[in-house]
Nanobody
Framework: QLQLVESGGGLVQPGGSLRLSCAASGFTSGFTLDYYAIGWLRQAPGKEREGVSCISVSGGTTKYADSVKGRFTIARDNAKNTVYLQMNSLKPEDTAVYYC?????????????????????WGQGTQVTVSS
């Protein structure tokens, strides 16, 4: 029903910035991303997957992990079926594979999960490496 493709990862020095993109497409005509809450989650080597940020269907609700507050910003452009994660002041501990994930919502339009198990659709991931 939904395909997600991340892009924008790469190698960056500590203190640098990256902007990740998540492009969504559907198998049926008339697909729109405005029915889905979107999360960004990451998994570092040897670590559990953790929620980084999420955004509700219309962008009215956003959440951030404590470790990234003030440094990362999530945004969505439903007309382009794309979600972004702007990452500033990057630290070595931000190194991970970053995934975008989608959850189709119903009446609870403020839904914004930070837990991996809440999401049904996943992208392939994009590697972010922060190193000097």
């Amino acid at each position: 029903q939904l395909q997600l493709v991340e892009s924008g990862g790469g190698l960056v020095q500590p203190g640098g910035s990256l902007r990740l993109s998540c492009a969504a497409s559907g198998f049926t005509s008339g697909f729109t991303l405005d029915y889905y809450a979107i999360g960004w989650l990451r998994q570092a080597p040897g670590k559990e997957r953790e929620g980084v940020s999420c955004i509700s269907v219309s962008g009215g609700t956003t959440k951030y992990a404590d470790s990234v507050k003030g440094r990362f910003t999530i945004a969505r452009d439903n007309a382009k079926n794309t979600v972004y994660l702007q990452m500033n002041s990057l630290k070595p501990e931000d190194t991970a594979v970053y995934y975008c994930a989608a959850l189709r919502v119903g009446t609870v339009q403020s839904m914004c999960p930070m837990s991996s198990h809440m999401y049904d659709y996943w992208g392939q991931g994009t590697q972010v490496t922060v190193s000097s």
